[in-house]
């Protein structure tokens, strides 16, 4: 925890197929032990957050994935002393081959929706946004750099 400290600041990607079924993992740790979550994983020094949703599915489910857009956050404090915060994306991925990481996962699939909303193995998360209507995306902003006073190696935004 001590690289961390007290703030947390994770990704998840929410990963659709393009028959519409939905990339999830089902995690061997954690409180999400033995539950179906989006794949996810804490921003790395050395990373913008669009770029850690991409490695940390990749890591995960050795899906490759185009980042869609920024579409929430999940922010929560935990036992009154850690910020736990989580950005969502929305990706679409590039193929459909499932390869995931035996030693963090249970295992990972392309789920339908119908099949997520009914199974009591799918996180509160996934039950919530599998009930929204729509999805509204945040976009991403070509790189910019907001002057040299910064240091700034990446700088992006989402609107």
Known sequence: ???????WLAVAGIVISEDGRWLVVK???????????????????NETVDEAVKREIMEETGI???????IGVRSGVIMEKISDNMLLFLCTPHHTNVVFQ????YDAAFITLDDLQNSPDSSLLIHYCTKLPNLHLLKETPPMNPGNIFNYSAYKLFF
Do not use: D, I, Q, T
């Not at 925890?1 to 703030?7: F, G, T």
């Open 1 to 7: 925890m001590a690289k961390r400290e007290n703030v």
């Open 27 to 45: 995690k061997r740790y954690g409180g999400l032990k033995g539950k179906w979550s989006f794949p996810a994983g804490f921003v790395e020094k």
């Open 64 to 70: 490759e994935v185009k980042v869609e857009g920024l």
């Open 102 to 105: 035996e030693s963090e996962l």
